[in-house]
């Protein structure tokens, strides 16, 4: 498996969103366009990191219709493979539930209705987590039991693969 290009989705989570800037600044043979759904440019923003992360695509766009229009691209053949990371825990149920009402919840739907592998690094995947504020205070998070169990829910759909972590992204993208 080799991607080429790949279609990176940021949604609104600060925890992993440095470490996923730092890997998008790391060199790879991969191109990516770079896509926020509307809380995920807002929090980008809000953690001074959102234009790091711009300069490391060859495209950026954001979630600004409400049909997810550019779905489309993965039944064309443009992507290689989708990303999610960060992935909230709002677009994780969204994506396991089926529904698709949101950018990265339809390109999530889209990619696997067109055979296009998907990466997803969901912020809740451990039962504690360590964070940050936008304000740079270390704080603890424990995710819920529904949070938890939906990464054994992602990692039934065909194609996705589900990670806990920056270090296993790398490492399936460094594979691919
Ligand atoms: C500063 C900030 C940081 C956030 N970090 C997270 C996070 O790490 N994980 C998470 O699940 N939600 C987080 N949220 C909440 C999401 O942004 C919110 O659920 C949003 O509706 C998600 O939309 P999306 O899934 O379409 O990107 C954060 C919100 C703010 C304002």
């Known amino acids: 498996m080799y991607f080429e290009k790949i279609c990176w989705v940021v949604t609104g989570a600060g925890h992993f969103l440095g470490e996923t800037a730092d890997m998008?600044?790391?060199?790879?043979?991969?191109?990516v366009d770079l896509y926020f759904t509307r809380a995920g440019a807002e929090v980008a923003v809000k953690y001074g990191l959102f234009k790091r992360l711009e300069a490391c695509a060859e495209n950026t766009y954001r979630e600004n219709d409400f049909s997810s229009g550019s779905a489309v691209y993965f039944a064309g053949g443009r992507y290689d493979a989708l990303v999610i990371a960060p992935a909230t825990a709002n677009t994780v149920?969204?994506?396991?539930?089926?529904?698709a009402d949101s950018l990265?919840?339809?390109?999530?739907?889209?990619?696997?209705?067109?055979?296009?592998?998907?990466i997803i690094l969901p912020t809740?995947?451990?039962t504690e987590i360590e964070s940050s504020t936008?304000?740079?205070?270390?704080i603890t998070l424990r995710p819920r039991p529904i949070d938890l169990q939906r990464?054994?829910?992602?990692?039934?759909?065909p194609g996705v693969t589900a990670v806990?972590?920056?270090?296993?992204?790398?490492?399936?993208l460094n594979s691919a």
């Open 24 to 31: 998008l600044a790391s060199p790879r043979s991969a191109r």
């Open 164 to 172: 806990s972590s920056p270090k296993s992204l790398r490492h399936v």
């Open 134 to 138: 936008v304000s740079g205070k270390r």
């Open 151 to 157: 990464m054994d829910e992602l990692s039934r759909f």
């Open 124 to 126: 809740d995947a451990k």
């Open 93 to 99: 149920a969204k994506c396991v539930l089926g529904v």
């Open 104 to 118: 990265a919840s339809n390109f999530f739907a889209q990619a696997g209705k067109s055979g296009v592998p998907i």
